[in-house]
């Protein structure tokens, strides 16, 4: 019986022991933030669970930090599968590094068609284009020649279907470079896409 009553002490001690070190070791942990935290991705979630930022790589194998609450007002919607921000098209605001490192923010309506796109062209070069349901209209930014590079100096707000642009022309001449501004306006109408 002694025996007994001694390795039961032991044990409640040796328990006792392990919980206040744990509880201590966990208490220094708390009491200093992690100076690194490192993750495949991450997401903000709402009060009901539901997935409404994703950062992280989504399926173009672009780093973005994603948004987007459609179609979950209220709590996850009944028989349909929780949104999957790793989907570009799922993605209502977007911002991030294309997978040629170029810097993006995509904008998406409600049928989840890009209406805004800001990007850097390869030469890091500025691009704005506002688009509707039906394709580009407005492009704002960098207008490229036939052959793009880092040296195309015009720019330009165009509305696509080409119908109207105002903006410059560079041009080099003998090393140096020159300017000229220039309207466009398409006389007779197009059809609307």
């Not at 170029?102 to 890009?114: E, H, Q, S």
């Not at 109207?164 to 020159?178: D, P, V």
Request: glycine content about 10%; charged content about 20%.
């Amino acid at each position: 019986m002694k025996s007994i009553v001694i390795i039961a002490t032991a044990l409640a001690c040796g328990f006792v022991g392990g919980a206040a070190g744990t509880l201590t070791i966990l208490a220094r942990e708390h009491a200093r933030p992690a100076e690194l935290v490192r993750a495949r991705s991450f997401e903000l979630v709402g009060e009901r669970g539901q997935v409404i930022s994703h950062w992280g790589l989504d399926r173009a194998q672009n780093a973005v930090i994603a948004f987007s609450t459609r179609g979950l007002a209220g709590g996850v919607v009944p028989g349909r599968p929780p949104l999957d921000l790793t989907d570009p098209n799922n993605q209502t605001v977007a911002i991030g590094v294309l997978n040629d490192d170029l810097p993006f923010l995509a904008m998406r309506g409600a049928d989840r068609k890009t209406r805004v796109r800001l990007m850097l062209t390869l030469w890091d070069q500025p691009s704005l284009l506002m688009e509707d349901d039906t394709g580009p209209r407005i492009s704002l930014g960098i207008a490229p020649s036939d052959t793009p590079g880092p040296r195309n100096n015009s720019w330009s707000l165009m509305f696509v279907p080409d119908v109207a642009s105002i903006g410059f022309l560079a041009n080099t001449e003998k090393g140096q470079t020159y300017v000229k501004g220039g309207v466009y306006v398409r006389p007779g109408k197009v059809k609307y896409p």
